[in-house]
């Protein structure tokens, strides 16, 4: 089969059942085997994506409130993505991976079918991913498995996944009380993490403050955030690379009320890599739950991680 991925974890979903000698395209963020990289880009982003977070915030909203219009005209929608018709034409798919559970977080269902509305040549199956709890993203992975004729092994990767969190909750268990933790999505303006993260958080043996299981990600303000007072906060924003939520982090250190928060006081405050981890839905997010418990137990906790995917930032 030919295979496009439009979607991160899709990608590394392919990889881990290794089908990646199938995948003949992939979006601009599928970056992760390095093997993939070589392979042509089917999607481009359409906003700044170099611009601060209030700035992107801005761009978004700004997008959103066109395609509103726009569609109230009955006219073509617009979207914050890309994809490229001609280059779709010439990698014949047979099937094209894609999401519904965000039309800002990655291409989405409704940008392929608009895409193939224009290249009338091809008919690719479409697997649409919707992931909003950790169990959704098993049942993906199943599904990915099925769409490349790997089901068996798709719900073997998915029972060994489940096991290894099994195993870091039994473990973060015998720690001691759970700490109250607050992990940021987005900067400015606040996000609280939603969606399959607080189930992470709880394998790692945390418990949320904001955001709940299968949820979207909420807003917050900084009131909100005062008011909740975490023991631990943890800033993770959702396509943001460690590198990259360094930059703004004076957002947060050069309001009033940041020096407030408790988790500031007992220098208790940690960026992690969530382009690559807590926000990317697929075989990684096991990892993410690790590094967490990592970042909250310290040497308390034997355990390997990638060093270079979370700071403590005080």
Known sequence: MRVVSL????????????????LVGRSHECDYPSEVLQLPLVSTVQIDVNATSEQIDAQIKQLARTKDAVRDNALKALSIYAIDTNLL????PDIIFTQTQC????????????ALQQVASIQPRIVSLAPYCLSDVW???????????????????????????????????TLGAKPRVAILE????????????PELLNYAGGSTVFGRVGEHSPWLTWEELRAANPDVLILSPCGFALERTMQDISLLQHHPLWPELQAVQQQRVYAIDGNYYLNRSGPRLVESAELLAHVLWGERLTINVDETAWRSII
């Open 89 to 92: 034409q010439q990698l014949q």
């Open 139 to 173: 049942v993906d992975l199943i599904r990915v498995g099925e769409a490349l004729e790997r089901k068996e092994q798709a719900q073997q990767l998915a029972n060994k996944y489940q096991e290894r969190l099994n195993l870091l909750a039994q473990t973060t268990a």
């Open 7 to 22: 979607l991160a974890s899709a990608t590394e979903m392919i990889a881990a059942l290794g089908c990646l000698d199938q």
């Open 186 to 197: 987005w900067l400015d303006p606040l996000m609280a993490a939603g969606n399959w993260t």
């Open 103 to 114: 039309e800002v977080c990655a291409v989405s269902e409704r940008d392929v079918l608009q």
